[in-house]
């Protein structure tokens, strides 16, 4: 997954302000106590990362 897909997957799902917000601030243990910003910055697969929004945001099978 590109970050590209993954930026438009996290603004479809939570709206471009929101999305921007979760990844700034909410810390999420599927990445290891990192936010989202952080694992992607230290260089975490997209889409592992976006497996683990899903998962704490219990994302539906559909959208996911």
Aim: hydrophobic share 45%; with cysteine; aromatic share 10%.
């Amino acid at each position: 997954m590109r970050l590209t897909e993954f930026w438009a997957q996290m603004n479809r799902q939570f709206g471009s302000g929101y999305a921007e917000s979760i990844a700034r601030d909410h810390v999420l243990a599927g990445l290891g106590g990192a936010t989202i910003e952080g694992a992607l910055a230290r260089g975490d697969d997209a889409k592992a990362v976006w497996r683990a929004v899903c998962q704490e945001f219990d994302v539906p099978a559909r959208e996911r």
